[in-house]
T-cell receptor, first 112, second 113 residues
Framework: DGGITQSPKYLFRKEGQNVTLSCEQNLNHDAMYWYRQDPGQGLRLIYY???????QKGDIAEGYSVSREKKESFPLTVTSAQKNPTAFYLC???????????FGQGTRLTVV | SQQGEEDPQALSIQEGENATMNCSYKTSINNLQWYRQNSGRGLVHLILIRSNEREKHSGRLRVTLDTSKKSSSLLITASRAADTASYFCATVLNTGTASKLTFGTGTRLQVTL
């Protein structure tokens, strides 16, 4: 089955710790995206990447980091510098520019 | 700030009625897309309209785009209870080699029997 997989579904983190959210796709898509969604809010773009070893900051990149070492993988690290990390994180991919995006089912991160 | 602002923020209608959602955005775009999100889930793509198109249909969905006003609308005809969800517009702008896909604030649609 082709698709985009985010893991884990739920994640708990202690304050001051870094945590990495996984996003893997087997759709052979070039572009990948990370979004943050707060309750009742829209999606805000964190980082996006069109090709391996290249990525761009989105609108709220501070306190986050990414890597794109493989086409199918785009992990997001939430660092201790992110002041309010509790949120729902969504990963998406699209085959190339200007096409529809496919979303994973999200990771709900809670800082305890 | 968000690229797109949807209006209304929430909409409640009865089954069989039409639902219209509007989206305004701030910058030039390559295309505009509409997505649906059921509570706590990922988003599902509904329809894409290119910047040189004015109207597009897909089943019970009709999308319009007015680039001079930087606005779009999504019409869902003959709504069903299963249409209950949040709907988001998203704009695509090519930035160098990449495409920036930016979402609006969303409209929560409630369809009652």
């Amino acid at each position: 089955d082709g698709g985009i997989t985010q893991s884990p579904k739920y994640l708990f983190r202690k304050e001051g710790q870094n945590v990495t959210l996984s996003c893997e796709q087997n759709l052979n898509h070039d572009a990948m995206y990370w979004y943050r969604q707060d309750p009742g809010q829209g999606l805000r773009l964190i980082y996006y990447s069109q090709i391996v070893n290249d990525f761009q900051k989105g609108d709220i990149a501070e306190g986050y980091s990414v890597s794109r070492e493989k086409k199918e993988s785009f992990p997001l690290t939430v660092t201790s510098a992110q002041k309010n990390p509790t949120a729902f994180y969504l990963c998406a991919s699209s085959i190339y520019r200007n096409t529809e995006a496919f979303f994973g089912q999200g990771t709900r991160l809670t800082v305890v | 700030s968000q690229q797109g602002e949807e209006d209304p923020q929430a909409l409640s209608i009865q089954e069989g009625e039409n639902a219209t959602m509007n989206c305004s955005y701030k910058t030039s775009i390559n295309n505009l897309q509409w997505y649906r999100q059921n509570s706590g889930r990922g988003l599902v793509h509904l329809i894409l309209i290119r910047s040189n198109e004015r109207e597009k249909h897909s089943g019970r969905l009709r999308v319009t785009l007015d680039t001079s006003k930087k606005s779009s609308s999504l019409l869902i005809t003959a709504s069903r209870a299963a249409d209950t969800a949040s709907y988001f517009c998203a704009t695509v702008l090519n930035t160098g080699t990449a495409s920036k896909l930016t979402f609006g604030t969303g409209t929560r649609l409630q369809v009652t029997l």
